[in-house]
């Protein structure tokens, strides 16, 4: 499902500010960061409503702006687990995370003079690490998520690919001998996440760790 690489969230973290100098042809690959302020707050979507947290979603990152000595914002990055609809730039429903994200860009949008974009968090992974780790030198690779979730960023020629539907690297879905039963559009149970993500790993762990072996799984009728 849309958000299968990802966990329910219980904290917002504002997207760190950072100054990073454009590197000239001659420059090292490598220019200097630095984070210039970072914060965190607990939201409890569940309690407060939809609106009342977008609203502390939207003065959190106002607030740490200010408090970095940002007079304006150029641009703000969301990393978010699920689909996002290429064609609109939109993050898709899904079960993964609370409902006042998705009302999230909006409130930016109206609020701040800057862009606002949001990706899935693995895609902006492999961006991080084509610029700054271990993909410094490739412009295409795959990076593999593993996590609560299993998933997947695509980069061919130093671009992210996400597919027409968004989901090019959603691994996860794909269904694999060992499983019960066939993911779908809105489950990925039954496909790779259910042997390779952390719930899996974890089950496999405590089996291991009583001595019990594994149960198979049924074969599908």
């Known amino acids: 499902m849309p958000g299968c690489t990802g966990s329910s969230p219980t904290a917002l973290t504002s997207p760190r500010s950072t100054y990073a100098p454009r590197a ?16 965190t707050l607990p939201i409890d979507a569940d309690v407060t409503g939809t609106e009342p947290a977008v609203e502390q979603a939207v003065a959190l990152l106002e607030r740490t702006a200010r408090e970095a000595g940002v007079r304006r914002l150029h641009s703000i990055g969301i990393g978010a687990p ?23 860009v909006a409130a930016l949008q109206e609020r701040l003079p800057a862009t606002v974009l949001v990706e899935n968090e693995t895609n902006l992974a492999a961006v991080a690490e084509h ?77 291991h760790a009583s001595g019990r072996p594994r149960p198979l799984p049924a074969r599908p009728a």
Request: a positive charge.
């Open 24 to 39: 000239s042809p001659s420059s090292s690959p490598t220019c200097s960061r630095a984070t210039l302020a970072e914060a």
């Open 82 to 104: 699920g689909l996002i609809d290429p064609a609109t730039g939109e993050l898709r429903a899904t079960t993964g995370l609370p409902a006042w994200h998705r009302r999230l």
């Open 131 to 207: 610029r700054l780790g271990a993909a410094r030198d490739r412009d295409t690779f795959v990076l593999l998520w593993l996590g609560r979730g299993v998933g997947a960023a695509l980069m061919l020629d130093g671009r992210i690919r996400r597919g027409v539907s968004g989901g090019a690297g959603e691994v996860g879905f794909l269904p694999v001998p060992g499983t019960v039963g066939l993911p779908s559009a809105t489950d990925c149970g039954g496909g790779f996440h259910s042997l390779a993500g952390g719930a899996a790993i974890g089950e496999l762990a405590a089996l």
